[in-house]
């Protein structure tokens, strides 16, 4: 049989199935062949408003038809725009826009040790997490607590701490003269979604002021409203010093952002920059998104079709015995207590919908934030057939330890 697959010229850098993907709408994937998937992976929670939306295209298509890209070296009013708006609707002063999440965190890594060249003596290091996820640049494969990725591209950029989730006395222990920084996900996405502790947030940000340290979240995975607030961190009820962006913002297309406040945005000229930065096609699209989610009444949305999900999920897993199921807004996760995740993707593929397992015992589901709850709905029906016929196959799988 003929594959309609050749993929001889592709990087083989991960696998993926035998299908190649033409177009969509809204929740649904459609292959070569004219199948239709219902989408939950959607990117990996970068198109907040689904495939093809109205709003997108047509930012996408009068922008292209005006001005593609200038420069980044003369101003544009997308980028302007953008930068305006997110100003607005943050604590944030000031914003660069990258085109991936790496390159924003990498800024972001930049400039606290800028920030720490002219405010602390030169101290650099900066404190990140166990089991976090920054990026696949070499300095944010650094800051990553990913285990094993140390020594993937050895040898590491140097400059980085890493201490335990969720527990205040291991930042604690870590600090020291070279600490500029504390950098985290304000809920661990690849690590399984796992959510920063009530009260977390909040004491890292009165340790870092009592130290004279930096905040830096990475909202690449959280932010732009797939939680339920506009940014993961406003729910702590703290300001960061620093933000990045990416994924989310650009509802598909590559855009990302680096956001500080006055004190902090201490860049001179020529100390950052990059050709692709704040180019007015992606900024014209991430302007679209943005205006979108900051519709009345959109945010609330999130969190009804959120809650809906988190109820309809722990249904199953009463029903199935499975594990937790964690998560904020349309950012959530299941436990299936067992290393079966692999499986359960797998037979759902097969039956026409598209899951994520980040770890081999859990699925993360990242529905459009645009989703109606028919498709909520829909989506936890099929789940509850794919998990019925994998209980049913059980030949008693590992249990998931670790
Ligand atoms: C995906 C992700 C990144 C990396 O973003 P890219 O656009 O893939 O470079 C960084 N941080 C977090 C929290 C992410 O989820």
Not at 44 to 67: D, F, I, K, M, Y
Not at 334 to 345: F, S
Request: glycine share 12%.
């Amino acid at each position: 049989m003929n594959s309609p697959v050749s993929p001889n010229a592709l990087m083989p850098v991960t696998p993926r199935p035998d299908i190649v993907f033409t177009h969509g709408a809204g929740a649904r994937l459609f292959d070569a062949t004219g199948r239709s998937y219902l989408d939950w992976v959607q990117g990996w929670a970068v198109n907040s408003l689904g495939h093809a939306p109205a709003e997108l295209v047509t930012a996408l298509t009068q922008q292209a038809a005006r001005l593609i890209n200038p420069g980044p070296a003369f101003y544009n009013q997308p980028a302007l725009d953008l930068a305006a708006w997110l100003v607005a609707h943050s604590c944030f002063d000031q914003v660069f826009f990258t085109s991936s999440g790496a390159e924003a965190n990498e800024g972001a890594i930049k400039l606290a040790r800028k920030w720490g060249q002219l405010h602390k003596g030169g101290a650099h290091e900066i404190i990140s997490f166990h089991s976090s996820f920054h990026g696949r640049t070499l300095a944010t494969m650094a800051a990553t607590g990913k285990a094993g990725w140390d020594a993937l591209f050895a040898p590491a950029m140097p400059g980085f701490a890493k201490a335990h989730y969720n527990d205040l006395e291991s930042v604690r222990a870590l600090i020291g003269p070279q600490t500029v920084a504390v950098m985290l996900e304000p809920i661990q996405g690849e690590a399984g979604v796992i959510p920063a502790a009530p009260g977390f947030l909040a004491a890292l940000r009165a340790l870092c002021d009592a130290q004279g340290l930096l905040l830096i979240v990475d909202e690449v995975q959280t932010g732009c409203g797939r939680t339920g607030s506009l940014f993961a961190h406003e729910a702590a009820g703290i300001q960061p010093d620093i933000m990045t962006l990416g994924k989310g913002i650009g509802g598909g297309v590559p855009l990302a952002a680096l956001l500080a406040r006055e004190t902090v945005a201490c860049f001179a000229f020529g100390d950052q920059g990059g050709t692709y930065c704040g180019n007015p096609l992606m900024c014209a699209a991430g302007l679209a998104v943005m205006q979108t989610i900051g519709t009345p009444g959109f945010l609330a949305q999130v969190n009804t079709l959120g809650e809906r999900l988190l109820t309809g999920l722990r249904a199953l897993s009463d029903q199935f015995g499975l594990g937790t199921v964690r998560g904020q807004g349309l950012l959530l996760a299941l436990d299936l207590g067992r290393d079966q995740a692999a499986e359960v993707v797998r037979l759902a593929r097969a039956q026409g919908f598209l899951l994520n397992a980040p770890r081999p015992h859990l699925l993360r589901f990242m529905p459009p934030l645009n989703s109606t709850a028919a498709e909520i709905d829909e989506g936890l029906g099929r789940l509850a057939t794919v998990l019925g016929e994998v209980c049913a196959n059980q030949t008693s799988g590992p249990k998931h330890t670790a």
